[in-house]
């Protein structure tokens, strides 16, 4: 049986699509292999995300399923590990640090990045999958391991992707924090005017 998360916290304005209020980031992960066809729409759907000049400055590196996970569980921190271990795929995200178009730094890259981060993320909850973003990870290892070029590449975060489990298949101190969080008010986030 899956989990039943409880959004009983999020108030949305009932025309906001449920893609939106519905996406949650879970830390208890069914380990289960995903399937490929699966994985590739997921990462298909980045590739409609809008950029600036339509550089398209990310680029994800997942483990493949070929004995690798543990590789990519060892980048992130331990507190992460604990529950990232059962996540069918690990990843990271990097941004382009240049234009490819003049070579002059990309000073959108990493909000193009966030936006394509999003885009993965509705697709893979649109397969019943779920994502959680992870900037707990060791820095100063991920590019060697990985081998992308730091000159060329910053890295941005990790992420977790796959088939959710129940709170109980966490690690009993995780159990309490398993839930859709808050939102501050539309007050607090959009100003409609000069103050
Ligand atoms: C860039 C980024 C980094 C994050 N880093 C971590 C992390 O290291 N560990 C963790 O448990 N959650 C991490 N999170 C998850 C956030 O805490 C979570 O998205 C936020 O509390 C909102 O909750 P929700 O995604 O369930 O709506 C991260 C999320 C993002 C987008």
């Keep these: ?78 507190s992460n590990q604990l529950w990232a271990r059962n996540a069918g795929l690990i990843g990271f995200i990097f941004a382009k640090k240049t234009f490819t178009h003049n070579s002059t730094d990309n000073n959108k890259a990493k909000f193009d990045c966030g936006a394509a981060w999003m885009s993965l993320t509705l697709q893979a909850n649109m397969h019943g999958l779920y994502t959680h973003g992870i900037g707990g990870i060791n820095y100063a290892d991920v590019h060697r391991t990985l081998n992308i070029a730091p000159d060329e590449y910053d890295i941005i975060c990790g992420f977790a992707l796959g088939e959710l489990d129940q709170p109980q298949s966490l690690p009993e101190q995780l159990r309490g924090k398993e839930k859709p969080s808050a939102r501050k008010s539309l007050e607090d986030i959009w100003q409609a005017g000069i103050l």
């Design 1 to 78: 049986m899956s989990h039943i998360a409880d959004f009983s916290n999020r108030s949305p304005l009932p025309q906001v699509n449920e893609l939106f209020h519905r996406r949650w980031s879970p830390r208890a992960f069914k380990k289960t292999q995903l399937p490929v066809g699966i994985i590739k729409s997921i990462f298909d759907a980045v590739r409609w995300t809008p950029s600036c000049f339509n550089e398209q400055p990310w680029l994800f590196v997942t483990s493949s399923g070929n004995n690798d996970f543990d590789t990519f569980l060892s980048l992130l921190n331990e």
